[in-house]
């Protein structure tokens, strides 16, 4: 366990994804390491702390013209959305109201 330790050492948690590959190298099962870990009181967490709003940030469009974060998802059809100009892309509410 003293691979996994350092990386909680370091990182302050440890992923579901590093306790899969660990379990892969040392040839145990994924669950025996969860069950050791949280024996130990150490965090595991399904995702890395932070992806969760860095996805959500990145589902949107930005501003063409002043780089701001808009309402529109970027998967909502274009033909649907507000404040998008065709030939220049999507504009926030306040550089379309200006143009
Ligand atoms: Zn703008």
């Known amino acids: ?15 579901r994804e590093q306790l899969k590959e660990y379990a892969k190298i040392q040839n145990i099962s994924y669950q025996l ?10 965090k595991i967490y399904d995702i890395k702390p932070g992806e969760r709003t860095n996805k959500t940030d990145k589902g ?10 808009t309402e529109i998802k970027s998967s909502h059809p274009i033909s649907d959305r507000d404040y998008y100009e065709k030939g220049v892309g999507q ?3 306040e550089c379309y109201q200006d143009l």
């Open 33 to 42: 390491v969860k069950k050791v870990l949280s024996d130990l009181g150490i």
């Open 1 to 15: 366990m003293s691979l996994l330790k350092g990386k909680f050492q370091q990182q302050g948690y440890l992923t």
């Open 60 to 69: 949107y469009e930005k501003c063409v013209l002043c780089g701001k974060k």
């Open 91 to 93: 504009l926030c509410r």
